[in-house]
């Protein structure tokens, strides 16, 4: 069975250009979550879907992040215009029902200079 | 309020011997989950144990086991005979359950094995 898979593995993008970051989860799991490690600090809920539905948003920093998820599969995050403060390290997981155990990608390390 | 708190930034253990990594978490709900995942260099985040709060028993996975101590509100990971693979981040988290399943993290304690 296929994981997390996320992509890319890595960025590296000038501050004010536009970055999409892609999450696969594994197949049949309804609950997606989006996650941010900035450098030294720990990691941090950004959103939760629910199939395609936005479950919680409470984490996303600021209306420069756009998170969709286009008929329950696939999830993709969207950074409009990045800061160098969005420099971090992005997990996404999921999990077949909210109350079980989350798997997460390998994450993607976006760095915006 | 840091609703979980790792208070060893870094660790040393030898290798074969035991390590205790400390954990402590702030709720008020009564039905909740605590986890622990290790991270390698590697970056990926890799899933190590889990324990319910109705758990009576303390959750063990190999070499893993989870010192939960629900009145205290602690649960410390305990790795025994430690490998040099063992070397990673180690992240405690929490899920309470009444808030949609987003789990909230520690800081992180870096763990490192000498031969």
């Given at each position: 069975?296929?994981?997390?898979?996320?992509?890319?593995?890595?960025?590296?993008?000038?501050?004010?250009?536009?970055?999409?970051?892609?999450?696969?989860p594994?197949?049949?799991h309804d609950n997606l979550y989006?996650?941010?490690?900035?450098?030294?600090?720990?990691?941090?809920?950004?959103l939760h879907f629910v199939k395609e539905s936005k479950q919680d948003e409470?984490?996303?920093?600021?209306?420069?992040?756009?998170a969709?998820r286009?008929?329950g599969t696939?999830s993709?995050?969207?950074?409009?215009?990045?800061?160098?403060?969005?420099?971090?390290?992005?997990?996404?997981?999921s999990s077949q029902v909210r109350t079980s155990?989350?798997?997460?990608?390998?994450?993607?390390?976006?760095?915006?200079? | 309020?840091?609703?979980?708190?790792?208070?060893?930034?870094?660790?040393?253990?030898?290798?074969?011997?035991?390590?205790?990594?400390?954990?402590?978490?702030?709720?008020?709900?009564?039905?909740?989950?605590?986890?622990?995942?290790?991270?390698?260099?590697?970056?990926?985040?890799?899933?190590?144990?889990?324990?319910?709060?109705?758990?009576?028993?303390?959750?063990?996975?190999?070499?893993?086991?989870?010192?939960?101590?629900?009145?205290?509100?602690?649960?410390?990971?305990?790795?025994?005979?430690?490998?040099?693979?063992?070397?990673?981040?180690?992240?405690?988290?929490?899920?309470?359950?009444?808030?949609g399943g987003k789990?909230?993290?520690?800081?992180?304690?870096?763990?490192?094995?000498?031969?």
């Open positions: 069975e296929a994981g997390v898979t996320q992509f890319p593995s890595h960025s590296v993008i000038e501050k004010g250009q536009t970055v999409t970051l892609r999450c696969d594994i197949s049949g989006w996650y941010r490690r900035v450098m030294g600090k720990e990691i941090k809920f950004l409470s984490g996303m920093p600021n209306n420069r992040f756009l969709e286009t008929g696939y993709t995050l969207k950074v409009q215009p990045a800061e160098l403060e969005d420099s971090g390290v992005y997990f996404c997981a155990e989350a798997f997460f990608g390998q994450g993607t390390r976006l760095t915006v200079v | 309020a840091q609703k979980i708190t790792q208070t060893q930034p870094g660790m040393f253990v030898q290798e074969k011997e035991a390590v205790t990594l400390d954990c402590t978490y702030d709720t008020s709900d009564q039905s909740y989950g605590l986890f622990w995942y290790k991270q390698p260099s590697s970056g990926e985040m890799i899933f190590l144990i889990y324990q319910g709060s109705y758990d009576e028993q303390n959750a063990t996975e190999g070499r893993y086991s989870l010192n939960f101590q629900k009145a205290r509100k602690s649960a410390n990971l305990v790795i025994s005979a430690s490998q040099l693979g063992d070397s990673a981040m180690y992240f405690c988290a929490m899920r309470e359950y009444n808030q789990l909230i993290f520690g800081q992180g304690t870096e763990l490192s094995v000498k031969p």
